[in-house]
């Protein structure tokens, strides 16, 4: 499991280096000259001990002023003095140090004209003024040697990585197990002996989800059907797999209406519905894949979030709102991976194609499995894939400033290896438009 983030505050000055020709500090603030200050300016640095020192994801804040001791070192907060530019940590800040505060108080008196305000527009000020600033891009890797075969115990060194054809330096590596948020996503629509298969397998799906994993079980047809929320109740999350095996059951001959109206994540589309001898119209896996990956918008920042799919892969454009273009901007902007299960003979894959390119672009993967016990087996190796992946993490630095889009390239040295990643990343979300 990931140990929780840590957070690092770096002082602003050196207390050191006195400004030249200053008073006495404590001379000063003893007299009353100056005021001691209501608040001190704090740069604040996520740190995940894992991955080892790094600065990146930062916010300022305007705390409050109270007296401090110098330090604390080897706590799970500390405060130092860091210089960027050569790279160097140095001895604890003293927060109180009266020089250090004078340096402050003129900063804060030039930029807010003064730090005393009256009880009332105390009142009416929030006590804390936040600024987060978050450029850090996080990839999650795989790699495989010409057999197919993951590839582990790799270094930062072998790893060469582009944005938008810049390199990039690599902040952070690590191979740590990361705990997953998973939205089992099942097709609720797989016919004939394939659909059997699919049903007896189900129950196998408990072997692939951790203890510090939440999930959820959802399922689609033309329709989605979100579950009861994620959990970590393996007993839970049991029943709702008994649940889904019960509701997908051979289905009688579909006759549809001339029209049907609604949504199709929340109802039947308002589009004439397409006609099949003998079947069911098609199923909608993009609005599906579209919803699921709604479920993980706001899974937490040190879970990986994954989509498993498992499905036959069938997809009709008329009966889906979101087109492929919108998911994968949604993929893409969230960070979500999609791990297929193509479901049925894998002679003719084209028919997988929608399956395949989710994986590809979100850097997924796809399996494929005919029979329940091939099903059943992949489905721990999928999971355990997804979890034990290379994280690689970057700011990026020379890249056009102005574009949404960013293309990411991975290369990774060594015989035969490959690296697979998403392909890209959306500095701000995309703004959704309606499908024509």
Known sequence: MARQPQFVCEGIVDPKSPAP?????????????IPWPDARPLNVYAFDPSMGKFVGNY?????????????????RFAVIDYDGATRTYYAPVDLDDPKLLILISTVLITCFGTLRMSPSQQQQQPQTTVRITSDLVVLS?????????????????????????????????TEESLPLSLVILVDNDVNG??????????RALMGGVGLQDEATVCRFDMLFYPGNGFTSNID????????????????????????????????SPCIPAPTYSGSRPSKAL???????????????????????????????????KHDFESVREKLLFDNISVFSLAVGSNTTKRKYSRLENYSRISGGDIYYASKSRTMEQFYARITEQARHEYTL???????????????IELHVSG??????????YYKNRPAETPKE
Do not use: W
């Open 59 to 75: 916010m300022t804040a305007l705390v409050r002023y109270e007296k401090l001791e110098a330090g604390p070192v080897g706590e």
């Open 415 to 424: 015989n035969g290896l490959t690296a697979q990643t998403r392909e890209g």
């Open 193 to 202: 002996n394939a659909g059997m298969q699919l049903v007896q397998s189900l």
């Open 393 to 407: 993490a970057y700011v990026p630095a020379g890249t056009e400033l102005d574009s949404n889009y960013h293309r």
């Open 141 to 173: 890797v795989s790699v495989r040697d010409r057999a197919g075969n993951l590839v582990p115990d790799l270094r930062r060194e072998q790893f060469r990585l582009l944005d938008d054809g810049v390199e990039q330096e690599i902040k952070v590596f």
């Open 21 to 33: 020709n200053m008073p006495d500090p404590d001379d000063i603030f003893s007299s009353g000259e």
């Open 236 to 267: 839970k999350l049991m029943a709702e797999l008994k649940s889904t095996q019960a509701e997908i059951t051979p289905t009688p001959t579909y006759v549809p209406e001339p029209v049907v109206c609604g949504n199709s994540t929340t109802g």
């Open 286 to 320: 993009d609005d599906a894949v579209y919803s699921a990956a709604n479920l993980l918008e706001h899974a937490g920042a040190d879970r990986r979030k994954i989509i498993l799919v498992i499905s036959d892969g069938a997809n009709e454009p008329k009966l889906n």
